[in-house]
């Protein structure tokens, strides 16, 4: 059996000159230019900490989202939203509240005692050129009052590239003591599917 032994090595002391160091300093805040340079340079790299090693909770990934299952079919649109004689696959995969959601790049933060509900939904095109859908004339949330309702946030008109599948999702405001909800998903013009949940806050 082989053994290797490692032999510690002593440390050796390290000293930096105190008068170079001082030196440094005078050169940098010496020159007016040199300080503005050194300042840029300190809040880029704060920046960049920030933007890469931070944390945000308006970010984060919602922590409880209901599973949902239910598919429909939907008319596959070019894009400039002429229908085609192709249809879509629909699947509703899940569901949950947010106090903000992020559209089109900028958080958006709902107030005055409301949530974002958002529904959670995958698009399948099945075809070999790109295809494209409005979500948000797939779903209606069904308010206390019976009234239907448009979602709020939304994607608008999806690409769905060929034989892929897209996530997408769409947001309805809502308050915050709601937690039973009846949203109706289908085909504009065609059937329609009524689900029902409930999602604590």
Do not use: C, W
Not at 32 to 52: H, S
Not at 84 to 94: A, W, Y
Not at 169 to 188: A, D, M, R, S, T
């Amino acid at each position: 059996m082989n053994v290797t032994t490692f032999t510690p090595v002593g440390r050796k002391r390290i000293s930096f000159p105190i008068a170079s160091v001082t030196n440094v300093f005078k050169k940098i805040f010496s020159n007016p230019k040199r300080i503005v340079f050194v300042i840029v340079a300190l809040l880029a790299a704060f920046g960049l900490y920030t933007i890469f090693f931070g944390s945000s909770n308006i970010n984060s990934a919602p922590t409880k989202i209901l599973a949902l299952k239910q598919t429909f079919s939907v008319v596959a649109l070019t894009k400039d939203g002429k229908t085609t004689n192709g249809n879509f696959k629909v699947d509703v995969t899940g569901a949950y509240r947010a106090d903000s959601i992020l559209i089109q790049g900028s958080n958006v933060i709902a107030r005055n005692g409301k949530d974002f509900l958002v529904i959670n939904m995958e698009l399948s095109n099945p075809y070999n050129l790109p295809l494209y859908n409005y979500p948000v004339d797939s779903f209606r949330l069904i308010g206390v009052d019976g009234k239907k309702y448009a979602p709020t946030a939304h994607q608008g008109n999806v690409e769905v590239r060929p034989q892929a599948t897209k996530t997408s999702n769409v947001g309805f405001i809502v308050p915050k003591e709601i937690k039973k909800f009846k949203v109706e998903v289908g085909q504009l013009t065609g059937d329609k599917v009524l689900l029902e949940f409930s999602l604590p806050n």
